[in-house]
């Protein structure tokens, strides 16, 4: 697209985010919760900086990506654990 | 394939920056190791709102020589060989000296509601905010301790968040002396009037904490307890953190001792950054927290004598030890109230990994065994969250060595050392 945006998809939403995003600030555009804790807690980014692995989610059909640490691309199917 | 440096740097902050630089000034191939996408860590993250300042944009062209090796993270060792694993698989990186620039993490302490979406850490908030979360509008408070809070206030501002105020857990009268000692150090001097300006009118209120938080799926409301008593806020979000521990997961897998005696240890180094492990240095945060000039200079020094030249690291060696000085009085100045190592109840969630609630580890003294029984320490953080935490609250001895992977790793990136043990035990 030549708006300068990153154009991309969480939980099947489309979403379209300035260049430099990473996915978890993408994903918070949608879904205030990105995985469900053992006991089913919703659960969200703490650290931001991919130590405590609670933004993890599915990106590309790949599971446990952290969102802070992997940029937005264009094209890429984000889910939730929600 | 094996790539071979003269010079491997891990960490692309401050630290690691300018250790790569030294070591490339002296011919020698050098190659830097970061997580992250981009380089200057932490302190010097990208935002996407913000140009980079004068003194990231020098650091990170002067390694121009230098080989940046975006988005790896090390997941073992063997030897001098470190195996990273990055979007593009498995890679062994070999070299004749090592500098570990790890930097620091924030530390997080568990509080009843610490685990409710909208809670995030206070660098950990200013992090994410760099790299596009939405907070424009959004109420946030700012709590925990140390000058971080400052400087994530300021992004959050930035950005467009309301920023109801900042909660700092010291003490005035611990704040007035550390002001009173600031003037030594110019620079920090400066740079904590101008964030002071630029946040003039947001609340700044000293030995104030939050004990806790509420909400169903996310955060709607804190309770905060200061000088005059219990308040209810209702906020957004919530960054709150107490202040920095030195991130010390690689050195440990590589078996390099830690300081004795301290809560938070970092590794131990000669002036020169040698850790007890020959080829093996370290600089800045890792050990222990001292700040960006801390990390320069020490980064430098490291990055010199890594080359071989220990002529060039000796002349910057007076500049590292005033540095220095200031490390200890942000350690004095910022110490915790030990009334936040009562926040959590034993029905609080300590280890968010696996949902072990702090009064399952009640009847452990020994880490191991907490670990095995309630399986506290054992999920996707390996206990780099809970395990700080813990160490804070006088629960547990900080721990010293470390097992690979050293993050959850494919396991075709460790399959390539199928038939080496030192590469694929535990994972």
């Known amino acids: 697209m030549s708006d300068g945006l990153i154009h991309l998809r969480v939980n099947g939403q489309p979403v379209a985010v300035p260049e430099g995003t990473n996915v978890a600030a993408a994903v918070a555009r949608v879904s205030t919760g990105f995985r469900r804790s053992v006991h089913g807690e919703p659960r969200a980014p703490l650290c931001g900086m991919g130590a405590c692995f609670e933004c993890r989610v599915r990106v590309d059909g790949h599971a446990n990506v952290r969102a802070c640490m992997t940029p937005a691309r264009a094209g890429m199917q984000v889910q939730t654990d929600d | ?427």
């Open chain 2, 1 to 427: 394939m094996t790539e071979r440096y003269d010079v491997l740097v891990v960490g692309a902050g401050p630290a690691g920056l300018a250790a790569a630089q030294a070591a490339a000034s002296h011919g020698r191939r050098v190659g830097v190791i970061d997580a992250q996408a981009r380089p200057g860590g932490q302190f010097w993250r990208h935002d996407i709102a913000k140009a980079p300042t004068r003194a990231a944009q020098a650091a990170i062209t002067a390694i121009d020589r230098v080989e940046l090796l975006a988005g790896h993270t090390v997941i073992a060792s063997e030897g001098q060989t470190l195996r990273t694993e990055s979007a593009h698989g498995a890679h062994d990186l070999e070299y004749g000296a090592l500098v570990l620039a790890t930097g620091a993490r924030e530390l997080l302490l568990p509080f009843p509601g610490w685990t409710l979406p909208g809670v995030t850490g206070a660098g950990g908030l200013q992090a994410l905010v760099k790299q596009g979360w939405p907070i424009a509008g959004k109420r946030v408070v700012v709590a925990g301790s140390g000058p971080l809070l400052l400087a994530a206030a300021d992004s959050l501002r930035a950005h467009g968040a309301q920023v109801l105020g900042i909660y700092e857990q010291a003490s005035a009268r611990a704040l007035a002396a550390f002001t009173a000692q600031l003037w030594r150090w110019p620079a920090r001097a400066m740079q904590a009037l101008s964030l002071r300006t630029r946040l003039a009118g947001v609340p700044y209120r000293s030995g104030s904490h939050v004990r806790a938080a509420f909400g169903d799926d996310t955060l709607e409301a804190i309770e905060i307890t200061g000088p005059h008593g219990v308040r209810r806020v209702a906020c957004d979000h919530l960054a709150v953190g107490y202040g920095l521990v030195p991130d010390t997961g690689l050195p440990r897998l590589l078996g390099c001792a830690l300081q004795d005696n301290a809560r938070h240890p970092g590794v131990r180094v000669d002036a020169f950054g040698h850790t007890s492990v020959a080829n093996v240095f370290a600089a800045g945060e890792a050990c222990g927290i001292g700040g960006l000039a801390v990390a320069r200079i020490e980064g430098a020094i490291a990055g010199h004598a890594a080359a071989g030249d220990d002529a060039s690291a000796a002349a910057l060696l007076p500049r590292r030890t005033r540095a220095r000085r200031f490390s200890g009085l942000l350690a004095c100045s910022f110490a915790l109230d030990p009334r936040l190592h009562a926040l959590a109840t034993p029905q609080t969630v300590v280890c968010r990994c696996e949902d072990v609630p702090l009064g399952a580890l009640d009847d452990f003294s020994d880490t191991r065994a907490a670990r095995l029984a309630s399986r506290c320490g054992m999920g996707a953080c390996q206990g780099r969250i809970c395990g700080s935490a813990l160490a804070e609250l006088g629960r547990f001895m900080p721990a010293t060595g470390r097992r690979p992977p050293l993050f959850p790793a494919r396991l075709d990136s460790l399959a390539a050392s199928a038939g080496d043990r030192s590469l694929t035990t535990d994972c």
